[in-house]
């Protein structure tokens, strides 16, 4: 049987410009199906992705259910497409809310959306309910950048007992890229969920920022990747302190043969 590997990308190219992070969204499932992994891989829908040029298309069987983030209901859209040459299928979690018409983290002004944190929390459950509907079963699951953060502390708390996740080990992907501002003091409320209790929250600031967002990937991953040139370096010297296994920045020529030992790794450690 081969093993399932689960990405949770904040960007893929070609669906949003070159970035470090989307190029490495859209090469590593790649790479890693190759290698005999199954993927699956899912992507915010941005609101300035061209659903027409991407092909995209409703998944009506997936779509459809309520997310309540902050008493609010919030309907889940569940989109999918190709990536040319590769084939490989990506599933957009969309709300009229938190994605239509609007840009990735900042607006048009520059300035990043107040709601970040529960744009966040909204894609990361989005992705853990839909895999529930699924029924795939991924052996490891992979997190990049800072939209999929609160996705290891969800499995391992809200999602610990679904059969889906049960044996799911976690790598965070840290990057260069970072927020500025922080996603402000309502953000331990709003993450609440099922066993995600605040108070396991309390060791972290109360306005979450860039730097305590990471800690929480972190403090819930089973790996970590230092897949960024200029990684913010109290993060790396966090996870360093915290004994976990990590993946020096392998540069970004050859890279796969890097990731695929570490995954390897990881999805075979006790």
């Not at 590769?86 to 239509?100: G, K, L, P």
Request: a negative charge.
């Amino acid at each position: 049987m081969p093993k399932k590997i689960l990405f949770i990308n904040q960007e893929i190219t070609p669906y949003v410009p070159e970035t470090e992070i989307s190029i490495l969204g859209k090469m590593l499932p790649q790479a890693m199906q190759e290698r005999g992994y199954e993927i699956r891989t899912f992507m915010p829908k941005w609101g300035t992705i061209n659903e027409r040029r991407g092909q995209l298309h409703e998944v009506i069987r997936l779509s459809g259910m309520n997310l309540i983030i902050d008493d609010t209901d919030h309907p889940l859209i569940i989109k999918c497409a190709s990536i040319p040459v590769s084939r490989i299928t990506v599933y957009f979690i969309d709300n009229d809310d938190y994605f239509q018409k609007r840009k990735m983290e900042e607006d048009e002004a520059g300035e990043e959306y107040t709601d970040n944190g529960e744009r966040a929390i909204f894609f990361a459950r989005g992705v853990l309910e839909t895999m529930k509907k699924l029924r795939w079963t991924p052996d490891l699951i992979v997190c990049q950048g800072w939209m999929s953060a609160v996705v290891p502390f969800y499995v391992k708390t809200a999602y610990n007992d679904e059969p889906v996740f049960a044996n799911a080990k976690i790598v965070t992907s840290l990057f260069t890229k970072q927020l500025k501002s922080d996603l402000g003091s309502k953000f331990k409320q709003c993450l609440e969920f099922r066993e995600a209790k605040t108070s396991l929250l309390s060791c972290y600031s109360d306005d979450f920022n860039f730097i305590e967002l990471g800690k929480l990937a972190i403090d819930y991953s089973d790996g970590i990747v230092e897949a960024g040139s200029e990684v913010n370096p109290a993060l790396m010297e966090y996870a360093k302190n915290k004994g976990l296994p990590i993946m020096n920045y392998p540069g970004d020529q050859d890279y796969a043969e890097a990731y695929n030992q570490f995954y390897s790794q990881i999805i075979d450690s006790e």
